[in-house]
């Protein structure tokens, strides 16, 4: 049985990758292909470079997909998400909408879970969870917010790092918003 090269784990922290076509300019190729026909190593080594990056992307870290929130009246719920904060609207039924920013949804249901019955009436409920929304101006979405109705939770303050505030949706979902 051949011994395969080192570098078949491509893209580990302990094996890197050799550079492409290395083992044509000197370096020793160990592997199954035919050097009488170059094109092969070419095409194992992009295979091997395309199977580097599957994996890399089955390894990369988790991201939030989606955040699904219940709420009492889609069509307001609608209103706040894409007519003030600019979501996209991806779908929208009767109970049901998914809205988009940056790649993360934010799905809207009409729908309610049981939570006391799911987790029981005695357990804490999570808190102290504060979603953001970057703006690219805190206080222009803000007036827009009074204007429109909805409850500003804390009026802009300005910070060595930015500008934030804290807006409520029709729900009293509170919202940082920051830029």
């Not at 939030?64 to 889609?74: F, G, K, R, S």
């Not at 209103?79 to 998914?98: N, P, W």
Request: proline residues 6%; glycine residues 8%; hydrophobic residues 40%.
């Amino acid at each position: 049985m051949k011994k395969r090269p080192v570098w078949y784990s491509v893209g580990s922290a302990s094996s890197p990758s050799p550079p492409f076509g290395a083992e044509h300019r000197g370096a020793k190729c160990q592997s199954s292909c035919d050097r009488s026909r170059p094109t092969s190593c070419v095409v194992l080594a992009l295979l091997l470079f395309v199977g580097a990056i599957v994996r890399g992307q089955e390894q990369s870290p988790p991201k939030i997909d989606h955040i699904l929130l219940e709420v009492a009246d889609l069509k307001k719920s609608i209103a706040f998400y894409h007519d003030l904060l600019g979501l996209q609207i991806k779908s929208e039924s009767r109970e049901f909408a998914m809205l988009e920013a940056a790649n993360v949804g934010v799905f809207l249901w009409t729908k309610r879970w049981d939570w006391e019955k799911a987790r029981g009436k005695d357990e804490r409920q999570g808190l102290g969870m504060y979603p953001h929304f970057k703006v690219n101006n805190v206080s222009d979405v803000v007036e827009r917010a009074r204007k429109a109705g909805y409850t500003i939770v804390q009026e802009p303050k300005h910070y060595l790092w930015g500008t934030e505030a804290f807006v409520a949706d029709p729900d009293g979902y509170i919202w940082a918003l920051i830029s």
